[in-house]
């Protein structure tokens, strides 16, 4: 097969700049719930943290994750977690403390990450602190927000699909179902590098009149449809294989169950399952790829109530919904998990 072209460099290091709030954000949250001055003294461990800051013990160690990617804090022995050069600025009575400008630099952005500060210390997503399901019931409310979700999550996925593209061949598949699709440029960009196959967007209803639209703009209208459901309540059957992109990572671990069970029953034996996502590391780094990693699992806390997974985890998931767990590909700074139906 010919080799594809892989994501410019370039649109990547835009999205890792316009997301960069999300590391002021996350510092910002530290210095208001006095980790630093907490840490002061020595290491702690995060239920000793949590005992101390009032916070929410599980979601505060995915905090201190983050911070041991952006140089705030650094593991040590027995689970805790030490200050580092950078982190001691962050002390409230150092000498010459940064805390006080942070809180100022942070307070700037509170109007978009407003509330990680609740969510870490209660373990409650934006619509759970307002009362609602899920973030998306919250998003419903707002016409113009799920516009703007889902251009977003079109234009991320344009990104990531020729590195998909290019990590998995899809040749031996017939019938190709993108659950939770949305407007379907995943599935559009697989239809017509693969001339023979047929395949369908699943989503909402909401999703028809875009995904309808761009399979008809992709000239893949004759092959491809939008099948309108929700994938809590089942997944259409009759396919060769079941693609999920970004969709596991919303989800806590029940509900990501759900979908996984439904998609199961939706498969035949040896049917063909991709998940798309990208993995937590076992053991974390100091590094640009491990900090994006621990900052999006931050922002599935605060906005969907789900989080970033390792390998292990996923794997656990997969065999809890009756799949065989099979190779896991790079996909650019993304994996894709192939599992069979078992």
Not at 50 to 64: F, I, N, W
Not at 89 to 96: F, I, N, P, R
Not at 102 to 113: A, C, K, Q, R
Request: with cysteine; aromatic share 6%; charged share 20%.
């Amino acid at each position: 097969m010919a080799a594809r072209p892989l994501p410019d460099p370039s649109a990547e290091a835009l999205l890792d700049l316009v997301a960069s709030h999300r590391i002021t954000a996350s510092i910002c949250v530290a210095a208001r719930l006095g980790v630093a001055d907490c840490l002061a003294d020595g290491p702690k461990t995060s239920q000793e943290l949590a005992q101390r800051t009032g916070a929410h013990q599980p979601s505060l160690h995915r905090l201190l994750r983050a911070l041991v990617t952006l140089g705030i804090c650094e593991p040590v022995e027995r689970e805790q977690f030490a200050l580092t050069a950078v982190g001691a600025y962050l002390v409230g009575d150092a000498e010459q403390s940064l805390k006080d400008w942070v809180l100022f630099e942070g307070g700037m952005l509170w109007l978009s990450w407003n509330g990680l500060f609740d969510s870490i210390r209660t373990g409650k997503n934006t619509a759970q602190l307002a009362g609602l399901d899920n973030a998306f019931e919250l998003l419903a409310q707002n016409p113009n927000s799920i516009m703007t979700f889902n251009r977003a999550m079109a234009a991320l996925t344009r990104q990531l699909t020729p590195a998909v593209l290019a990590a998995y061949d899809f040749s031996r598949i017939a019938k190709l179902i993108d659950v939770g699709g949305g407007h379907g440029q995943l599935l559009c960009a697989i239809l017509r590098a693969y001339p023979s196959m047929r395949g369908a967007v699943f989503d909402l209803p909401r999703c028809a009149d875009g995904a309808n639209q761009q399979l008809r703009a992709a000239g893949v209208s004759d092959r491809g449809e939008f099948i309108a459901g929700s994938f809590f309540e089942s997944v259409p059957p009759g396919a060769d294989a079941v693609i999920l992109k970004s969709i596991i990572h919303d989800w806590n671990d029940e509900r990501s169950l759900t979908i996984l069970h439904n998609c199961r029953r939706a498969l035949a034996v040896g049917g063909t399952l991709l998940v798309v996502e990208r993995l937590m590391p076992e053991m974390l780094a100091a590094n640009p790829q491990h900090s994006a990693v621990t900052l999006s699992d931050l922002n599935m806390l605060r906005g969907l109530g789900g989080c970033e997974r390792t390998e292990r985890e996923y794997a656990d998931l997969l065999r809890q919904s009756g799949f065989r767990v099979g190779r896991v590909l790079p996909a650019g700074s993304w994996s894709l998990i192939e599992a069979t139906a078992g």
